[in-house]
């Protein structure tokens, strides 16, 4: 299965991929934290990729929490290649855009779907922020607003900036 794939699936079918782990977190909340192994790790056994939560005193919250990280980390840090002759946004980088009625924003399930098109055509581009924002429709005001909305993409889009030598994007 390709990286393409990853996360088209449904929560059961990426569970079904990955290893689970349980343990204790020590530190501070409260009288019942460390009664149970409620934390819990995700691992993506094809790419090594984790999510892993601790917060909520309930296993199924924190596995809920770790497969929401495990669908970020796998859009911020897989790139996958991108055919610019002719390019069309598909619908899932269509919803994240600032210029749709209904966009949808990082606390969505279906945000890091649309991000991590973002990322790989930041990537096709070379991270051109101009590039980017045109081939998607938008300023470059507008495409640095969606990016700073949500730190860790920003963080990202910095990153495949720095590598290349040009300057960070600010929020």
Not at 58 to 69: D, G, I, K, P, T
Not at 71 to 97: F, G, K
Request: net charge positive.
């Amino acid at each position: 299965m390709t990286s393409t794939d990853w996360l088209a699936l449904t929560d059961a079918e990426l569970l079904s991929q990955c290893r689970f782990d349980r343990f204790r977190v020590s530190g501070p909340g409260g009288q019942h934290r460390n009664r149970r192994d409620t934390a819990v790790r995700l691992v993506h056994s094809p790419t090594g990729l984790a999510g892993q939560a601790s917060e909520r005193r309930s296993q199924a919250r924190n596995r809920e929490m770790a497969l929401q990280r495990l669908r970020r980390t796998i859009a911020l840090e897989l790139r996958r290649p991108v055919d610019l002759d002719p390019y069309h946004p598909p619908p899932a980088l269509e919803r994240i855009l600032p210029r749709r009625r209904e966009r949808i924003g990082p606390r969505h399930r279906d945000f890091w779907t649309g991000a991590q098109h973002l990322l790989d055509l930041f990537e096709a581009y070379e991270a051109g922020l101009a590039d980017t924002a045109a081939a998607v429709g938008c300023s470059t005001n507008q495409l640095s607003k969606l990016l700073a909305a949500e730190p860790q993409l920003l963080r990202r889009v910095n990153e495949l900036r720095a590598a290349r030598g040009r300057s960070a994007v600010r929020p």
